[in-house]
């Protein structure tokens, strides 16, 4: 009889943006001004990642533009979808992206520049009310870092298109592919996965070559929020003829045996 799975997990996130300087961009070609602060380690590297990315000069003396890196974790656990579940079930929130959308001197920085996001997430325990002693080593996952170009569009129409948020104008962040799944766990019974996703209720509108295109509307603050999910699948078993054919082997392996001994 096959045991049931476990059936909650405990988690932890620690995403933010690469240091400027690391990512090869020198102090004075650094774009827009961009300051970076709120420093953590990032689980899976062991590196600093900085929550909060500000750029650009406000105009009359306003605010930068910024995002904001909100890490999450648990509580509520990642509730593991067994045996049956549909497209949209058991995703919950764990990282938040906040873009505070100011109007900047200027009104566009021109040229689209670029940053890197390092994605942390590990999987730090199981949460089962059948034994809470379960020993599941923790799981450090870290996709590769994620590209985001972001454009700075005028403040002023005529807008390029589109223009969904309807304002004047939505910024455009290209975000490449987010990482889809990842095996972390076998406990001999089954196998556990965590699957990512962006929020689909968001401006998230998904490429042809797997990239995201986000559109966030001028003088706003809009938040996309990044989603996980486990999923069990019982680990194969072999087959009645393959279990037979590998008895046979067995029988083989044995009368070999006893002729050497002849």
């Keep these: 009889i096959q045991a049931a799975p476990i059936n909650e997990w405990a988690w932890e996130t620690s995403t933010g943006f690469v240091d400027l ?34 750029w650009g000069i406000g105009d009359n003396g306003g605010p930068k533009s910024e995002v904001v890196i909100t ?32 109007v900047l001197e200027g009104g566009s920085s021109g040229s689209p520049w670029e940053a890197l996001i390092v994605g942390g997430f590990q999987i730090t325990g ?18 590769s870092p994620l590209s985001v170009t972001l454009t700075e569009t ?23 592919n987010l990482s889809g799944s990842l095996d972390f766990y076998n406990d001999g019974e089954f196998i556990y996965t ?24 001028e003088e706003a603050n809009t ?22 054919l590998l008895g046979a082997g067995i029988i083989g392996l044995g009368l070999r045996g006893r002729k050497r001994r002849a």
């Design 126 to 143: 199981a949460l089962d009310p059948l034994d809470p002693t379960i020993p599941v080593p923790p799981a450090g996952i870290a996709g």
């Design 21 to 54: 300087a690391a990512d090869g961009i020198p102090a004075e070609d650094n774009p827009d001004n961009a300051v970076q602060s709120g420093g953590v380690t990032n689980i899976a590297t062991g590196d600093t990642v900085y929550e909060s990315l500000a």
């Design 71 to 102: 890490n999450l974790s648990s509580p509520p656990g990642l509730d593991t979808q067994f045996p049956l579940y549909g497209p949209n079930d058991g995703w919950e929130t764990i990282n938040e992206f906040t873009h505070l959308n100011n």
């Design 194 to 217: 965590a699957e990512f996703r962006f929020d689909p209720s968001n401006v998230v509108v998904e490429n042809p070559d797997g990239s995201f295109t986000i559109y966030t509307a």
């Design 154 to 176: 005028p403040n002023a129409a005529p807008c390029d298109p589109p223009n969904p948020n309807g304002s004047t104008c939505d910024d455009i962040f290209l975000i490449a």
């Design 223 to 244: 938040t996309i929020s990044t989603q996980a999910r486990v999923l069990a699948r019982a680990v194969p078993v072999p087959s009645p003829g393959a279990l037979a």
